[in-house]
């Protein structure tokens, strides 16, 4: 115990990875992690951000993962509370190397491997690791609003792929459906949108539970937004006031455009702009000028 903390306490000069109860640099980590990668036959993992340093509802995550790890029947041999403690000292170890107005993400991986040989047990790989956050793919989209777009197929159209559009700035995002064709949740982030003064929130047992997702009912809460919860439609969007996606990184992006369509009005909607003040207050950073502030001055835009 003695040698971890003294491993944790040691000013590092690359950012430091936790492997299987060993604190190395990243740099150093990487061959194992790219050992476990090649024999991994599955496994699970969550991604935090933080503000001001401080990982965002750390413990929420954690119960998410260890959900879906006690479905699987999935044991990473060391409690809940254990892999928090291990993941607030990888990342306070790291803050050193954290500038002013940088942010980290941190991803916990529980990886399941197999050896060559199939009648040795299965081996269980913990691993968490922090990664500078990297405001620019989603700026500009406080301001600019995400494009949405349905795929009629699980690839995207040429020019629509998920991602930053190079000219814009904006995120681009696939919206899916389900088999009836109500919507569900984008690629990597929750979806909703308002009708009528209130959110509306697709079927919540066909999304994944994002932990952004929730933390925007409470916020709405807050506020005296209601919030409803059913099928949707594209053509309840079409018509909706203002549309946006939640996720991890960016907490919330309004939403501009779906299928090349204009959704609602000026983007961030009113009730949008809501969700990100009251997010502002209750991490207490201005995390859209923080990002805003990582552009390139000939590239930066404000929100409104």
């Given amino acids: ?37 090649e024999t991994t036959v599955g496994g699970f993992y969550d991604t935090e951000r933080t503000f001001g340093g401080k990982p965002f509802k750390l413990r929420e995550h954690l119960q998410r993962l260890y959900r879906g790890l006690e479905a699987s029947k999935t044991d990473p041999r060391q409690s809940m509370r254990d892999l928090e403690n ?19 993400t941190v991803t916990q991986v529980v990886s399941v491997t197999q050896s060559q040989d199939v009648d040795e047990p299965k081996e269980v790989h913990v691993v968490v690791y922090c990664q500078v956050l990297d405001f620019a793919p989603f700026a500009r989209s406080y301001a600019n609003g995400v494009r949405l777009v349905t795929p009629s197929t699980y690839g995207m159209p040429r020019g629509q792929e998920s991602g930053a559009d190079p000219t814009t700035g904006q995120q681009v995002f696939s919206l899916m459906s389900g088999d009836d064709g109500s919507l569900t949740e984008c690629k990597g982030a929750n979806f909703m949108f308002v009708a009528d003064g209130r959110i509306k929130l697709p079927d919540r047992r066909n999304v994944l539970p994002g932990v952004s ?25 079409y018509e909706a006031d203002e549309a946006f996606v939640s996720s991890t990184r ?48 000939d590239s930066r835009s404000s929100e409104g």
């Fill in 1 to 37: 115990m003695s040698s971890r903390r003294n491993q944790l306490m040691a000013a590092p000069t690359e950012l430091l990875t936790y492997v299987d109860g060993r604190i190395m640099p990243h740099s150093q980590a990487s061959s194992i992690l790219h050992r476990i990668n």
């Fill in 86 to 104: 291990v993941t607030l000292g990888i990342i306070d170890s790291n803050l050193s190397l954290l500038r002013h107005t940088e942010e980290f």
């Fill in 213 to 237: 997702m929730q933390t925007v009912l409470e916020l709405a809460g807050l506020i005296g937004v209601e919030v409803d919860e059913g099928r949707y439609h594209q053509g309840d969007v």
């Fill in 250 to 297: 960016f907490c919330v992006l309004p939403v501009a455009t779906l299928n090349g369509m204009r959704v609602g009005g000026p983007v961030p909607g009113k009730i949008t702009s809501g969700l990100l003040d009251a997010w502002r207050t209750a991490v207490g950073i201005d995390f859209v000028q923080q990002a805003l502030g990582r552009l390139p001055p």
